[in-house]
């Protein structure tokens, strides 16, 4: 569309984007049903970690076809940008956070398109996923979205580096969940899977969860520093057998985040462990996703490889902090012909 000439076709939670149709969110607005399902586990199989193998140049052929022969065009893209604000974990995880920019970040949660863009639309106002931000934030987030039906995520476990002392760790979790965290983000000690001692690293998550209660475990891979996609399958199934709700890619603070082979590794992992046990985990890209492109090559990786049933809040989320300003950018674009400067979609 160039210009004003015509009024965009209104666009709804339900529209019909291209490959094929996105879930309808109705509902899912309210906090509680934007909650993960519950992984169980299973007992650590070492057997079928060990015989895990990946073949790195198909892994880079097919995630390299995913951007390049998929694309998604004015109303249906915006359509897919929807679904994708609604999936976003929303996240400051800088170290001059401050009450003030956590309760700025929130507001945005709430109403994450300025109210002209909602109105040019045609739609009824959407939401982010969750908010997520540091234990000694979790309070004022909570506060801050307080009846809006946003859960609040904590990165917990000694993040970004994992290696505090692990009765150290299971405290910080408890203290986020009596804080009001509805979802943890674990990181996983690295050296477990170095050195292949899977059963340390099983039997570390297991007591993850059990520290998270009711709140959902969220499993932080860090895959920049795992070198290997056998170590990222590897880990994937060793965190899922143990029970985490989610796995996540990255830290966001690691040299390499939430690349397209390594979330291709990711989620074949989890429709494995679905077609085992038939318990759906979720999955949450994080760490360098700033872009619309980047993020649609997402949402058309979860369509292609885990099915439109994973296209929800409750099994996918995109950690990120800037994709939001380029998405209202480009929702923009579609009303008005034009491109705004970034300044005009600021974050706190």
Same mark, same amino acid.
């Given at each position: 569309?160039?210009?004003?000439?015509?009024?965009?076709?209104?666009?709804?939670?339900?529209?019909?984007?291209? $490959?094929?149709?996105?879930?309808?969110?109705?509902?899912?607005?309210?906090?509680?049903?934007?909650?993960?399902?519950?992984?169980?586990?299973?007992?650590?199989?070492?057997?079928?970690?060990?015989?895990?193998?990946?073949?790195?140049?198909?892994?880079?052929?097919?995630?390299?076809?995913?951007?390049?022969?998929?694309?998604?065009?004015?109303?249906?893209?915006?359509?897919?940008?929807?679904?994708?604000?609604?999936?976003?974990?929303?996240?400051?995880?800088?170290?001059?956070?401050? $009450?003030?920019?956590?309760?700025?970040?929130?507001?945005?949660?709430?109403?994450?398109?300025?109210?002209?863009?909602?109105?040019?639309?045609?739609?009824?106002? #959407?939401?982010?996923?969750?908010?997520?931000?540091?234990?000694?934030? #979790?309070?004022?987030? #909570?506060?801050?979205?307080?009846?809006?039906?946003?859960?609040?995520?904590?990165?917990?476990?000694?993040?970004?580096?994992?290696? %505090?002392?692990?009765?150290?760790?299971?405290?910080?979790?408890?203290?986020?969940?009596?804080?009001?965290?509805?979802?943890?983000?674990?990181?996983?000690?690295?050296?477990?899977?170095?050195?292949?001692?899977?059963?340390?690293?099983?039997?570390?998550?297991?007591?993850?969860?059990?520290?998270?209660?009711?709140?959902?475990?969220?499993?932080?891979?860090?895959?920049?520093?795992?070198?290997?996609?056998?170590? #990222? %399958?590897?880990?994937?199934?060793? %965190?899922?057998?143990?029970?985490?709700?989610?796995?996540?890619?990255?830290?966001?603070?690691?040299?390499?985040?939430?690349?397209?082979?390594?979330?291709?590794?990711?989620?074949?992992?989890?429709?494995?462990?679905?077609?085992?046990?038939?318990?759906?985990?979720?999955?949450?890209?994080?760490?360098?996703?700033?872009?619309?492109?980047?993020?649609?090559?997402?949402?058309?990786?979860?369509?292609?490889?885990?099915?439109?049933?994973?296209?929800?809040?409750?099994?996918?989320?995109?950690?990120?902090?800037?994709?939001?300003?380029?998405?209202?950018?480009?929702?923009?674009?579609?009303?008005?012909?034009?491109?705004?400067?970034?300044?005009?979609?600021?974050?706190?």
């Amino acid at each position: 569309m160039q210009g004003n000439a015509s009024a965009p076709a209104p666009i709804t939670a339900a529209g019909t984007p291209h $490959p094929g149709p996105l879930p309808a969110s109705g509902a899912r607005e309210n906090c509680l049903r934007n909650q993960p399902m519950r992984n169980d586990g299973m007992p650590l199989d070492l057997n079928l970690v060990s015989g895990l193998r990946i073949n790195r140049a198909a892994a880079d052929r097919r995630a390299a076809s995913l951007a390049a022969r998929r694309s998604v065009k004015k109303q249906y893209q915006v359509a897919w940008l929807l679904n994708a604000i609604r999936m976003m974990d929303l996240t400051t995880l800088a170290g001059d956070d401050t $009450p003030d920019r956590v309760q700025r970040l929130c507001l945005k949660a709430r109403r994450p398109l300025r109210a002209d863009l909602v109105a040019g639309l045609g739609i009824a106002p #959407v939401q982010v996923g969750a908010v997520c931000v540091y234990h000694e934030m #979790v309070a004022v987030a #909570v506060a801050a979205l307080a009846g809006s039906g946003i859960p609040v995520a904590a990165v917990s476990t000694g993040f970004p580096a994992g290696l %505090a002392p692990l009765e150290t760790k299971l405290r910080e979790i408890e203290l986020s969940v009596a804080a009001g965290a509805a979802e943890i983000d674990i990181v996983i000690t690295r050296r477990h899977v170095f050195s292949g001692d899977w059963a340390a690293l099983y039997d570390e998550i297991r007591a993850y969860r059990a520290a998270c209660g009711e709140a959902h475990l969220k499993a932080i891979l860090a895959t920049g520093d795992l070198v290997t996609l056998e170590n #990222v %399958a590897q880990a994937s199934w060793v %965190a899922m057998m143990a029970g985490a709700d989610f796995i996540k890619t990255s830290t966001g603070k690691e040299s390499s985040n939430a690349t397209l082979p390594v979330s291709l590794v990711m989620t074949r992992a989890i429709r494995e462990y679905f077609e085992l046990t038939g318990r759906r985990v979720g999955f949450k890209p994080a760490g360098g996703i700033s872009t619309t492109k980047t993020a649609l090559a997402m949402l058309m990786l979860i369509r292609e490889e885990l099915g439109v049933a994973w296209l929800t809040p409750e099994l996918f989320r995109l950690g990120a902090s800037s994709l939001l300003t380029d998405i209202e950018r480009q929702i923009e674009h579609y009303l008005t012909g034009h491109y705004s400067a970034a300044h005009r979609h600021a974050l706190p």
